[in-house]
């Protein structure tokens, strides 16, 4: 079975049908992006998946486990993590506290422990360094672990977020965006470590971009969203030569 499996997912707000009957399969692995024009439901098809709204129709499988209507802290724990639109850090913690906090998944010491300073609080909080700043590294941030989340600059900002996703463990993770704001050498940089994180952590990325020369650049398939329908999916090349893509687009 597929890493993910989403059939017939639906919400409504009000009146609006923000997603409708939406499925899409993503095999383990795979580099997945998902486009459309504003407003066209994708994101609220990530606060789907992330338990952040509850759908009024469909089911949602990730490792062929049903995550269907689970909190989110739930879902993170059987392995979803994401970025957002707009960035979500700890602004007043540093660098490196901001990804220990999503090492919390995996590292665990009592309060006890914590509250009394006991050997094995030191232990742990070794380890959670160590591979924090590991983790820092892919992204070329270790040299900055210190410093404030809110004093780096936006594009390591969100580099930094990513990190810190990736430090909860996942089996999926989903970027809203990655590129938002980036000047086109960030975003060349953001698109070999994204390769990097697929390829050295085993990872299957879906992601949500306006930005077609990354999109095109290293999603190997794509689904179309457009007012909250699938319009088109398939390998890459094809959705994007696509005449009903290029039209929603362009708003003809
Ligand atoms: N909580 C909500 N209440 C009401 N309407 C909502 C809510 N969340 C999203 N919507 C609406 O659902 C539609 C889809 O929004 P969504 O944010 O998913 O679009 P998007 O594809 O991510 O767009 P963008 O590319 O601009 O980020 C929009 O019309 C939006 O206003
Ligand atoms: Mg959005």
């Known amino acids: 079975m597929a890493l993910l499996e989403i059939k017939n997912l639906g919400i409504s707000f009000g ?8 499925s899409i399969t993503i095999e383990k692995g795979q580099l997945y992006g998902l486009i459309g024009p504003n407003g066209a439901g994708k ?13 009024n129709a469909g089911t949602i499988f990730l490792d062929e486990e049903n995550i269907t209507g689970k909190k989110t802290v739930d879902i993170n724990r059987a392995g979803i993590a994401r970025t957002f639109q707009n960035i979500r850090l700890f602004k ?15 590292f665990q010491y009592s309060t006890v422990a914590g509250i009394l300073r006991l050997p094995k609080y030191f232990k742990v909080e070794k380890e959670m360094d160590e591979r924090a700043i590991e983790l820092l590294k892919v992204f070329g941030l270790d040299g900055e672990k210190d410093i404030l989340a809110s004093n780096l600059p936006y594009g390591k900002q ?3 977020e990513i990190a810190r996703a990736l430090a909860t463990g996942p089996k999926l993770l989903l970027l809203d965006e990655p590129a938002a704001g980036m000047n086109p050498n960030e ?32 999603c190997e398939r794509l689904t179309v969203l457009n007012f ?13 030569n696509d005449p009903e893509v290029i039209k929603a687009y362009l708003g003809e």
């Open 228 to 240: 909250g329908q699938v319009l088109t999916q398939g390998k890459t090349a094809d959705v994007l």
């Open 92 to 106: 007043e913690l540093s660098v490196l506290d901001n990804v220990k906090t999503g090492l919390h998944n995996s």
């Open 187 to 218: 975003t060349s940089e953001l698109m070999d470590t994204i390769r990097f994180v697929r390829d050295n952590f085993d990872m299957t990325i879906l992601l949500i971009e306006h930005d077609m020369k990354l999109v095109s650049g290293i």
């Open 15 to 22: 009146g609006l049908r923000a997603v409708d009957n939406f």
């Open 43 to 55: 994101t609220t098809i990530f606060n789907l998946l992330t338990g952040v709204y509850k759908p």
């Open 158 to 160: 969100r580099k930094l």
